[in-house]
Nanobody, 118 residues
């Protein structure tokens, strides 16, 4: 009953920027944690950035200083602002949400492709 929908992916040149958005809907009430993961070609899925309902954040080392995660609790939406993109950022980016009440669990979006190339 919980649905996560991502948007904002696409093709960008090295050094460019993208802003990803993910909105949660359905049987969900202000997820405790929302995050962005990614899976690059030939690699396992990894955490990029996470944020709690109260605004506490953490980032992968590769994302620090370049990416910023934020959320709008009223809209159940999480964002990932990606600046200074590098070819190694190319991956499918997945939205993640953890809910602690009503229907506790972990939920995933379908993913959005980010390609960084000249």
């Amino acid at each position: 009953q919980v649905q996560l929908v991502e948007s904002g992916g696409g093709l960008v040149q090295p050094g460019g920027s993208l802003r990803l958005s993910c909105t949660a809907s359905g049987t969900i009430f202000s997820p405790y944690t929302m995050a962005w993961y990614r899976r690059a070609p030939g690699k396992e899925r990894e955490l990029v950035a996470g944020i709690t309902r109260g605004g506490n954040t953490n980032y992968a080392d590769s994302a620090k200083g370049r990416f910023t995660i934020s959320r709008d609790n009223a809209k159940n939406t999480v964002y990932l602002q990606m600046n200074s993109l590098k070819p190694e950022d190319t991956a499918v980016y997945y939205c993640y949400a953890q809910q602690l009440v009503v229907e506790p669990g972990i939920y995933w979006g379908q993913g959005t492709q980010v390609t960084v190339s000249s």
